[in-house]
């Protein structure tokens, strides 16, 4: 019988990590994937606040935490980023990139940005995280079940067939008010745009206010159909 690969064990992982998490905390989920992957897991932040490096940084301090950085941020987010360098100073920023930079990409496609978005994404953020999830075993996000109808099934864990590895969202049940109750007792880092009236915050080009009383997301990709960016479906 040939000996399953890499990639069939972490699947089976995470189809009995579904089950077994599906009422676990942020910090039982956390502690179970230090536990299970050890030095391969990383946390990605886009950098809007800090408060999933904070439940992480608890199950293991010197954590990777993934960053895309796609040259189109606000200031802001690059401000919070280098925040969270020295707020959490075990913790190890990995800067993903695209192949091209920002000039380059514009030489050769004009503002992708205006004109196909998705392409975009796709070049600045989808492949830069797909090559720098191959060195890990699992991935942690910050999806949560409130963030957008696309994201109301969210399991605590599963299995990411798209980038092939576990995919772990502890903080997925957690309502708004959770969430910004956790801000507020730990003091977390939070992006200055977000009490400027950014709920929501991608590139500086496709990122808006959204109206009073609109959907939070709504800012994103404002005037599009584009919903998400295709890091999580």
């Not at 910050?142 to 864990?157: E, K, L, N, Q, Y």
Request: proline share 6%; charged share 25%; aromatic share 6%.
């Amino acid at each position: 019988m040939t000996a399953p690969t890499r990639v069939e064990e972490l699947k089976v992982i995470a189809e009995a990590a579904s089950v077994e998490l599906a009422g676990a905390s942020a910090d039982e989920a956390l502690a179970w994937t230090a536990r299970t992957f050890g030095e391969s897991w990383i946390v990605a932040s886009n950098m809007q606040d800090a408060v999933l490096i904070d439940l992480a940084v608890k199950a293991k301090p010197d954590i990777d935490v993934l960053f895309l950085e796609t040259g189109y941020h606000f200031a802001e987010t690059i401000g919070t980023r280098d925040a969270v360098d020295l707020v959490y100073p075990d913790v190890h920023i990995v800067n993903a990139a695209a192949e091209q930079s920002v000039a380059d990409q514009e030489r050769e496609f004009g503002l992708l940005n205006r004109t196909d978005p998705a392409r975009c994404c796709n070049l600045r953020k989808v492949v830069p995280l797909q090559r720098m999830l191959k060195n890990y075993d699992a991935w942690v996000t910050g999806v949560r079940r409130v963030d957008a109808p696309t994201r109301a099934d969210t399991p605590i864990v599963q299995w990411d067939d798209r980038n092939g590895l576990v995919k772990v969202n502890p903080i997925a049940p957690w309502s708004d008010d959770e969430f910004n109750a956790y801000i507020a007792e730990h003091g977390i880092l939070e992006n200055p745009l977000v009490q400027a009236g950014y709920p929501s915050i991608g590139c500086a080009p496709c990122t808006a206010k959204p109206l009073p009383g609109a959907d939070p997301r709504s800012g994103r990709w404002a005037g599009t159909a584009k919903t998400e960016c295709g890091l999580h479906g």
